[in-house]
């Protein structure tokens, strides 16, 4: 294997260890400053500057060592946690991600924050001359082993075989050691085969340093914590045995240190200890427990779930080649097939999961930053980080989310001199909470701030020709009219947020992902937004109608109820077509009008179904049936169009197109084809 | 043998593919240009160490600043010899 071939796993590692340290930050601003966390995030960045020298990247390499200086301090309880440390850690966290994304690319990376980076940080570690606070006076006590000084400690480092795969980096540990003590000799043993047989890239050597003064446990500790691919011992030799060089060396090496050039770096087939070790073996390089997780790379578990979806419609296209025919055995064996197939769709779903945690964590940061920008007090609280979804829908969250979060902090929480002004806590609270929900998962963000103005909504809207009449419109319509483009009731816009080019795109990213976004506000109480959202994306439970000669596919979990031409009774309710059905009077959409098809002329058939804007009944001219099926993305001609979200091949062969409900309910509504939907 | 600017990890097999070559033809000792190497790590050290080991004497001319710092760190200075020297060897 070529060192390139270890490139992918480091990057991701590198991606999982700027989680873990980020996730450590905010730890530490929640008050959680115990040695646990503190040695986690430790790990985290000494883990990524570990496998940075192993690719030569003496950047990250650079910023990582600071970074990790810097966390040792606050580890020793040598500085404390402050507001400076804690934006030099977040800004750490960005400069080595920027860095991390640059290996492998040909672009040359220079973040120009690094100087300033650099210079706070050693800033931040200096620390009062005070010699009474010496780093490993309060470092992990040694357990009182007496041996540590009644007799000299021979340091031993082992260097593991696979040591340099891992990250190895002697030169910094020796460079340290050399800094505290003075290097009395040093022996290098060579175990390994000959020239000829030597795998370069193995590590077959074992160090043994005299040190004075003499190392003790505690000293170890301190020197080798988190050292990847090192195994270091003390070996104690009696004092009466301290003077005879012959008794403390490996083989027949001398220890003096009063010549260097003497000081022959020791080869032979086996290391013979002829002192009285005091073994106390330290951390190896394995800091990773050892467990049944394995790590694969995303685009296969994409081929896989596109494969699956794949073999779903050839299914769809059996069955339909079965219909009619009496064949019981191949009937049979259909079924169990069916149900195998069903078996492996989920597990190749189940997959793909990921929790939300680590992208929900990510928000405490924004809310930190939009709230310091804004000189509001905000808390932000996470619940449910456990709840699972598609790792694309999760990806493709972050940047709606990200948009809702700060909109909430900048525009819905009010300076603490307002809040107290109206009897509320100065500390405004925006909370994200997931959830299952039926078949899907509900992210609820809500803020206790002072609502949406629905006044200055239906003002906005008036003016941008989004509604020509604020009447019939419940508060609800009114609220959803945010996510109309261009309008912002935001007072004053901030860099933050209020231009009005957001909302619009949050719905529509919401609705690419097969959900519904709903708003509900309180004037002076605060504004909640539910995201209603299916477990996956991947494969598309749907509902096949046809209008015209086209077939149309609706999400399944959107569909209430089907109606058949005999059930279809059509009524005007001022002006507007509606469905009665069951004493209600549900609103229609004509599909064929919606989307200029031309419609079989006969009585329709419908589908009941929900939208954000509540339910609504799609006329259309033939109800086809479920089909499971991949969803394909729409090719660049359709791309725009935003009443499609997606196209599939059904069983007959032919192509379908993904109605986007919410997309047809607004353009129904905007356009005032038909009338408002409302719940 | 010239050595590249980095004699680490990343670099290690190709270092070792030229010393074998070379070792094939000159058995006996080898002289590395260091002059400009400016890092080198454990490997290397690793790879002088191999040759020891198989009676090949191994010297070092013109090392950088840096290369001869980190070669200190190893206690393995002995091993630079003076531009003479190492033309003595080489002849």
Do not use: W
Not at chain 1, 136 to 146: C, K, Q, R
Not at chain 2, 28 to 51: N, P, R, V
Request: contains cysteine; glycine residues 6%; aromatic residues 4%.
């Amino acid at each position: 294997m070529s060192y390139a071939d270890f490139l992918p796993a480091f990057l991701s590692e590198c991606h999982d260890n700027l989680g873990i340290f980020e996730q450590g930050i905010i730890q530490l601003t929640q008050g959680d400053c115990d040695t646990d966390t503190i040695n986690e995030i430790f790990r985290a960045i000494h883990s990524i500057k570990g496998g940075a020298g192993m690719f030569d990247e003496e950047q990250l390499v650079s910023i990582a060592h600071y970074t990790e200086t810097t966390l040792d301090k606050l580890r020793n309880q040598e500085i404390q946690v402050s507001e400076q440390l804690i934006d030099s850690f977040l800004l750490s966290r960005d400069i080595l991600e920027g860095y991390v994304n640059a290996i492998g690319t040909d672009k040359a990376f220079k973040d120009e924050r690094e100087e300033g980076l650099i210079e706070t940080l050693q800033q931040l570690c200096q620390v009062p001359t005070d010699v009474s606070v010496s780093s490993t006076s309060t470092v992990v006590s040694s357990g009182g082993n007496g041996n540590d000084y009644s007799a000299e400690n021979i340091l031993v480092i082992h260097l593991e075989k696979e040591g340099l795969l891992c990250g190895l980096r002697l030169e910094p540990i020796l460079r340290e050691i050399r800094e505290i003590f003075t290097v009395k000799s040093l022996n290098i043993e060579y175990t390994g085969p000959n020239f000829e047989n030597l795998e370069p890239t193995e590590c077959y050597l074992n160090l043994r340093i005299r040190l004075e003064p003499s190392m003790t446990e505690a000293d170890l500790e301190e020197v080798f914590s988190f050292s990847a691919g090192v195994i270091a011992e003390l070996e104690s030799i009696p004092s009466s045995e301290i003077n005879d060089p012959q008794s403390n060396a490996s083989g027949n090496q001398s220890l003096s240190a009063s010549v260097p050039e003497n000081i022959v770096n020791t080869i032979s087939e086996g290391s013979q200890k002829t002192a009285t070790a005091v073994k106390k073996p330290q951390k190896s390089s394995s800091t990773k427990s050892k467990n049944k997780l394995i790590k694969v790379n995303s685009d296969k578990l994409d081929r896989l779930v596109d494969d699956v979806g794949e073999l779903l419609t050839q299914k769809s296209q059996l069955n339909r080649l079965m219909e009619g025919n009496n064949h019981p055995e191949i009937t049979k064996i259909l079924h169990t097939f069916e149900k195998s197939l069903n078996e492996i769709r989920d597990t190749a779903l189940s997959l793909r999961l990921v929790p939300l945690d680590e992208t929900l964590t990510r928000f405490h940061r924004i809310v930190r930053e939009v709230a310091k920008s804004t000189e509001k007090d905000i808390e932000l609280v996470v619940k449910g980080g456990e709840t699972e979804l598609d790792r694309i829908t999760v990806e493709k969250l972050v940047d709606p989310l990200t948009h809702i979060i700060r909109n909430s902090c900048d525009h819905g929480i009010e300076k603490p001199g307002t809040r107290e002004a109206s009897d509320k806590p100065s500390k405004g609270c925006v909370s994200i909470k997931a959830q299952y929900k039926g078949s899907g998962v509900s992210i609820v963000i809500s803020d206790d701030g002072k609502g949406l103005d629905k006044s200055r909504i239906v003002e906005k809207a008036l003016s941008h020709g989004a509604i020509e009449s604020s009447e019939n419109l419940s508060d609800r319509d009114i609220y959803q009219l945010i996510f109309h483009p261009g309008l912002s009731t935001a007072e004053k816009v901030t860099d933050l947020s209020g231009r009005g080019v957001g909302m619009d795109v949050v719905r529509k990213n919401i609705n690419d992902l097969g959900g519904n976004i709903l708003i509900d506000s309180n004037p002076g109480r605060g504004t909640t937004l539910d995201i209603q959202l299916p477990l996956t994306t991947a494969i598309l439970e749907g509902f096949a109608v046809k209008v015209g000669n086209l077939p149309l596919i609706v999400q399944l979990d959107k569909v209430r109820e089907c109606i058949r031409r005999d059930e279809f009774k059509k009524h005007r309710v001022n002006e507007h077509k509606c469905l009665a059905l069951r004493g209600d009077y549900i609103p229609i959409i004509d599909v064929g009008e919606s989307l200029a098809l031309e419609n079989q002329d006969k009585v329709p058939e419908a589908l009941i179904v929900d939208s954000q804007y509540g339910v609504m009944a799609l006329a259309l001219d033939e109800l086809l049936g479920e089909i499971q099926t991949v969803v394909k993305p729409l090719g660049p001609l359709l791309g725009h169009n935003r009443l499609f979200s997606g196209i599939v091949r059904l069983a007959t062969g032919d192509l379908g197109f993904v109605i986007d409900l919410n997309a047809l309910a607004f353009r129904a509504n905007t356009t005032k084809n038909h009338f408002a939907v409302s719940a | 043998m010239k050595l590249p600017e980095k004699c680490t990890v990343v670099q290690i097999s190709q270092i070792y593919q030229q010393l074998r070559d070379i070792i094939k033809e000159s058995p006996q000792a080898i002289t590395f240009d260091a002059s400009e190497t400016f890092s080198l790590d454990i490997s290397f050290i690793q790879l002088l160490m191999a040759l020891e080991h198989e009676g090949i004497k191994v010297s070092i001319k013109s090392p950088t600043d840096s290369f001869q710092e980190a070669l200190l760190l190893y206690d393995y200075q002995s091993l630079i010899v003076s531009e003479e020297v190492a033309l003595e060897a080489s002849s």
